[in-house]
């Protein structure tokens, strides 16, 4: 009877022994498989969609286009953002989501001749834009401080924050004189003609000279045949 017991005791633990080292088994063979079934994600940004679709199929998965959005470092058809990341793990026919890209957002420029330079950079910054070169040149046909000309042109569409360039107009231009000689001459006779060539009378000193006629001019300033502008001073010397 003692004898009976040992072996069935042997014949449970052998059993036993067998069906933990099955499970084991079981749990390894398990493990393998599911380890086996998983691939490595691609690396997919910058690629384009078809680039894309071919990497994800070698790596046996799937690309799901998620949406598009405008972006200014993308060209358009290129990858922004995938999930999951590149190197992660993911099992064989699941989907790499994506977003791909619709290019720089473009707008179109506005047309700002005849506009004023400060009315320019305020349309320019609620569009996104910045003023780029200005430059300037006289105009008998535009007021000053108006804008003449563009570049780029009215309506050309364009990627955000690009510089536009304008000329810029100085008004009408300054006309020139040559001075010329007043001295001997009155000072009522000159003061009017100053006046009217667009030149302005600037300081009078006094001086008494018995042997001439009250106003008549001494010494000016600038001299005779000194360049003058519109807007100048001449200064005088008179008789008192």
Known sequence: MQGQ???????FFLAAVLASAGFVSCLTAMRFAIRGSEVTVPDLIGKTVGEANRLASLSELQLKLESHRFDDQREPDRIITQTPSPGSKLKINRNVRVVVSLGAKKIAVPDLRGES???????????????????TI????????RIISQDPLPLT?????????????????????VMPNLVGD?????SSSIGDSGLKLGAVNYHFIPSLPKGTILKQNP??????????????????
């Open 223 to 240: 001299p005779p045949g000194f360049r003058l502008v519109e807007g100048n001073s001449v200064d005088l010397e008179v008789c008192r």
């Open 5 to 11: 017991l040992l072996r069935l005791v042997r014949w």
């Open 186 to 190: 009155t000072l009522e006779e000159v």
């Open 157 to 177: 569409r364009l990627a955000r924050s690009p510089r536009l360039s304008v000329l810029v107009s100085a008004g009408a231009p300054s006309r020139a004189y």
């Open 117 to 135: 330079l400060r009315t320019t950079q305020i349309a320019l910054l609620s569009r996104g834009l910045t003023l780029g070169v200005t430059s």
């Open 138 to 145: 006289h105009s008998v046909e535009m007021e000053k401080d």
